[in-house]
């Protein structure tokens, strides 16, 4: 198709006027307030829903020796009722694990060695967030999404907000979103329309060499039918409960001298 | 040294938290979102289990991964790992279970 003289004539002179203001952006990434707004808006939306499944695939970029990037894959299905029950099915290269939250105890549970590890846990799931990261440093899939919405996250640290277009996610038509960070580039999917939900996250962590990316897609159930049941642990004959060691105690308690 | 960042979980929020994960992790942050970024050496996590292993086991010494050939035994109701004479005691730390070389129980 033949461009019209006249467009190109005038998609030039708008070209040379918006020239200045381009290139003070290049010096520092522009930060679109309607990006920061959505981040917002889906924090929001997230925090309202009293019940929900998601379920997340995910991979994850490691470094072997040689300095040559690896894939690790998993998939965790979440069940969350609040304010104070958690269910987590982890299975994945390197990590399978089942994780319950009852409102009194925290359990997770290794089928695979057939060892599991409890400790009484905080009354509501914002609390006990905290006392995972803090206490235990418990790597928790999918924490972000216990943050968003909770004004734990920290907007001044975004240095770049923009919003890249229009994608579809498994179907779901979605806001794609990409902002940057110190060390941290992030892109984030957003449903479009009523239900501000993330169907898509991808993490790329920008100080190292080879520049490893974290990536999950997500699966959202907003209405799931939750037992009780579902988030007591109720360990099999054949498992062995095991201590759960704070962050930065790393002997065994016993010394092996029972 | 590898890191990735696997969640948005803070950095700066908890600036000296750590997340343990395999050997070491450490919380990174991002933003609006948490963003944890995790270090993940694993490589090296496993030449450093191996030296563990390979050389007198220390009591008192955590290792990721056992060696080869060991036996789940329970004395006294608690869950040890015998790996010929050397004995280990799992435990939950971070986000695993790890193994921590201690005196025989019997």
């Known amino acids: 198709m033949r461009r019209h003289p006249t467009a190109t004539a005038l998609a030039i002179l708008a070209l040379a006027a918006a020239s200045p203001a381009h290139a003070k952006d290049t010096a520092k990434p522009a930060i679109d307030p309607e990006a920061i707004s959505a981040l917002h808006k889906m924090g929001a939306f997230l925090r309202g829903q009293q019940a929900f499944v998601v379920q997340a695939k995910m991979t994850t970029d490691d470094v072997i020796g040689s300095g040559q990037k690896v894939q690790f894959g998993g998939a965790v299905e979440l069940k969350v009722r609040r304010p104070d029950r958690m269910r987590m099915d982890i299975a994945g290269d390197r990590r399978n694990e089942r994780v319950y939250y009852d409102g009194k105890t925290f359990t997770v549970y290794s089928e695979r060695v057939g060892y599991y590890a409890a400790f009484p846990a905080p009354g509501t799931l914002d609390d006990l967030k905290d006392v995972l990261e803090k206490k235990y440093a418990f790597d928790l899939p999918l924490a972000d999404l216990f943050y968003w919405g909770t004004g734990q ?13 229009t ?21 984030i999917w957003i449903e479009q329309g009523g239900r501000q939900l993330p169907h898509k996250v991808v993490i790329t962590t920008t100080s190292e060499k080879t520049k490893p990316q974290h990536s999950m897609v997500l699966n959202w159930d907003l209405a799931p039918r939750l037992d009780d049941s579902m988030f007591t642990f109720t360990p099999p004959p054949t498992a062995h409960q095991i201590e759960f060691q704070p962050a930065g105690r790393p002997g065994a308690r016993k010394g092996g001298t029972p | 040294m590898s890191k990735t960042t696997r969640t948005l979980v803070s950095r700066i929020l908890t600036a000296g938290t750590c997340a343990v994960l395999l050997l070491s992790a450490v919380a990174a942050q991002a933003i609006i979102v948490r963003t944890a970024v995790a270090y993940r050496p694993v490589a090296r996590a496993a030449v450093a289990t191996a030296a563990v292993v390979g050389t007198a086991a220390v009591v008192g010494s955590m290792v990721n991964t056992l060696p080869p050939a060991c036996a789940p035994v329970v004395v006294g109701n608690v869950a040890y790992q015998q790996c010929g004479s050397t004995w280990y005691q799992p435990q939950y730390a971070g986000s695993q279970v790890t193994y921590v070389v201690v005196n025989p129980p019997r």
């Open chain 1, 167 to 187: 994608a579809t996610v498994n179907g779901v038509t979605c806001d794609h979103f990409a902002f940057r960070q110190k060390d941290v580039d992030w892109e």
């Open chain 1, 153 to 165: 996250d920290e907007t001044a640290a975004i240095q770049g907000a923009t919003r890249v277009g």
